[in-house]
């Protein structure tokens, strides 16, 4: 267990092997209004877009995608959000415009749907944690824990999470970076970055105003401004 306010140097496993498998048969209760799609665009290289559908936490579809341009991520980001009727679509944001290609795909935005413009190198508000990075693979690891959210039996994506070790300093803790996770598994944890998202996007399944109000560092795209 993590125990953040401890005051000491210790370093670990975030996803242990045998919970992420016990994970995999959580079965959180189904919500037309806690649909969330994340998506983890692909970098250069290897990397694939790895898109989750998450219905309160509950994996309801993946798609894995090898080549693709922001246009495409965008436009198949629309036809996900259109089909399972998701109230929040969040991307990671940095070096891509998908994000900024969706809300000008979504229109009026008639159903409201938040974009959440992710960037995993900006501070965390919370000082438990060095950035946002940090902050979601922690929540994400004690949501798990919790039973709150399923993840996807799927081995690739548990390797890559069970890859991501955890370095608690003087109550900060901080997680294995995507380049320090590559040299272990060999590949860049995008399933593992997406999975978190999906779990973090649950977070906004409020109204804008209450996101607004009490979490002002987030950055969601607000349509009725």
Excluded: C
Excluded at 43 to 62: C, K, L, P, S, T
Excluded at 79 to 85: A, E, F, R
């Amino acid at each position: 267990e993590l125990d953040i306010n401890y005051e000491g140097s210790v370093e670990g496993v975030l996803f242990d092997f045998s919970e992420l498998k016990a994970a995999t048969k959580n079965e959180p209760m189904l919500s037309p209004d806690r649909i969330v799609v994340s998506l983890d665009p692909a970098g250069e290289g290897e990397d694939e877009a790895v898109f989750y559908v998450g219905n309160n936490g509950q994996i309801v579809e993946r798609k894995f995608i090898a080549k693709s341009t922001d246009p495409q991520l965008a436009t198949e980001s629309i036809m996900l959000i259109n089909k399972h009727k998701a109230q929040v679509f969040i991307s990671d944001s940095i070096g891509n415009g998908v994000a900024d290609l969706v809300a000008q795909l979504l229109g009026k935005n008639e159903r409201q749907v938040k974009v959440i413009k992710f960037k995993s190198s900006e501070k965390s508000k919370d000082p438990s944690y060095f950035n946002r990075r940090d902050e979601v693979y922690h929540q994400a690891a004690l949501s798990m824990k919790s039973g709150n959210v399923q993840v996807d039996d799927d081995y690739t994506l548990m390797k890559q999470l069970n890859a991501t070790k955890y370095k608690k300093d003087n109550g900060r803790v901080y997680i294995s970076s995507k380049e320090e996770i590559k040299k272990v598994i060999g590949t860049s944890p995008d399933r593992a970055d997406s999975w978190v998202l999906a779990v973090e996007g649950l977070r906004y399944t409020h109204s804008s105003k209450e996101v607004k109000q009490h979490e002002t560092y987030r950055q969601v795209v607000h349509f009725d401004e």
